[in-house]
Each structure stands twice: as structure tokens, then as C-alpha cells.
């Protein structure tokens, strides 16, 4: 990924974090808890592509995975995530433009419940029965509402810092500086090329016209 892709997908997932420990797992909502990382992961693949999207779940996953009070087997969550930045990369349009809001909506509900379904499921297979003492219809209800909601205040204002981050001047300069100054320099010679050639025709009109007038001239003579 380029620099300012990393540094940005770093920044936010780690601001995601914070904010998932400290405040939103303390909320104590009946079901799930909102999962403001699996949003941040979302938005940026929707941007970035499915490629960048799988490496920015992984490693939001791994980071979830080790940070306390983390109680589940390392690796689990980054492999959930993993997969769903890679799916929700898929969905990012070839223009790189959502026209409708509607789009993103529908990729959140279905990363909230495929989330919780493969989560519960990789615990199924490590003997984790958490999700069976809960209701995993409950989880699963309760993690799309919760994330659904919180998408409309995040997953647009984040895709706009990616976009923005990814049409930044400065490193468009430095990665393809030679192209843009082989352009200004192609412009700036054609207008000088262009100005010599209208320059050039004026000339050869004149002095064709000034032998006509010397033709005419002798034959009058």
C-alpha cells in the first residue's frame, strides 16, 4: 500500500480501538456491542479495494486480537476481518464513486452479520461456546442494528479522509512527478510550437503575396 494509505488506515484503526475498549464495550447493550473497527475496515475497503482491504482487516484484527481485555484465541478476529475486507473490497464500484448512500448501508449489514456468524463459528471450532449461551440469533439481530446505526456517522466521514488522503497533491507529485511535468512541458511546447507554425504560415502568406504583386507588377509592365 502506498504511504499515505498506511498511515491513515493505521491512524483510524487504532482511534477505532481505543474507542471500541474504552467506550463502546462499556455500554452494556443488551446482545452485541457495536463494533466500530468492522466499520472502519468496511469504509476503507469500499475505497481502497479488495487487495488493501483484506491487509487493513488483518491487521485491525490482529491488533483486536492482542488488546486487552482480549479473551479469545490471537488470530481469530484478524482472519474474521481478514475475509471481510477482502469481501468488501469486492464491492467497490470501478469509478471509484458510490452514487447512492444505499450501497454502503447494505455492505455494513452484511459484514455485521457475516462477522458474527463466522466468529461464532471459528469459536465452534476452538471449543469457544460463548456464542451458544448467548443466542447467536440474538448476536447476530442485535450486531446489524448496532452497527447500522453507527455506520451514517462514520463510514461516510471515513471513505471522504481515504478519498481525500488518496487524491492528496503532494503524493501524487512525488509518485508521479515525471508524468506531470512531461505534461506541463508537452503543453507549454506545443503553444510554442503552434505559435511558430501560425507564425511561419503568416510569413510564407506574405511572401507569396509579394511575388504575385511583383508578377502582376511585371506583366502590367
Not at 484465541?73 to 452514487?99: E, F
Not at 511535468?181 to 511572401?207: D, E, V
Request: glycine share 12%.
Amino acid at each position: 500500500m502506498r504511504l499515505n494509505r498506511t498511515l491513515l488506515s493505521v491512524t483510524l484503526v487504532v482511534v477505532a480501538l481505543v474507542v471500541q475498549v474504552s467506550v463502546l464495550a462499556r455500554l452494556q447493550l443488551p446482545g452485541a456491542v457495536p463494533d466500530l473497527l468492522l466499520l472502519v475496515v468496511v469504509a476503507l475497503a469500499l475505497v481502497y479495494g479488495h487487495t488493501s482491504g483484506a491487509l487493513i482487516g488483518f491487521g485491525a484484527g490482529l491488533l483486536a486480537d492482542l488488546a486487552p481485555p482480549a479473551d479469545h484465541a490471537a488470530g481469530r478476529y484478524a482472519l474474521v476481518l481478514c475475509l471481510i475486507g477482502y469481501l468488501a473490497g469486492l464491492a467497490k464500484p470501478d469509478s471509484g464513486q458510490l452514487r447512492t448512500a444505499l450501497g454502503p448501508m447494505v455492505v455494513v449489514v452484511g459484514a455485521a452479520v457475516t462477522t458474527t456468524l463466522l466468529y461464532a463459528g471459528v469459536g465452534a471450532l476452538v471449543g469457544d461456546t460463548a456464542a451458544r449461551h448467548v443466542g447467536l440469533t440474538n448476536l447476530v439481530v442485535t450486531a446489524a442494528i448496532y452497527d447500522l446505526l453507527l455506520a451514517p456517522f462514520t463510514v461516510p466521514l471515513i471513505m471522504a479522509l481515504a478519498r481525500r488522503a488518496e487524491n492528496d497533491p503532494l503524493a501524487e507529485k512525488s509518485s508521479g512527478g515525471s508524468d506531470v511535468a512531461s505534461g506541463w512541458l508537452a503543453a507549454g511546447t506545443g503553444l510554442k510550437i503552434g505559435k511558430q507554425r501560425s507564425g511561419l504560415r503568416l510569413k510564407t502568406a506574405r511572401s507569396r503575396a509579394a511575388r504575385a504583386g511583383r508578377i502582376k507588377g511585371v506583366k502590367r509592365l
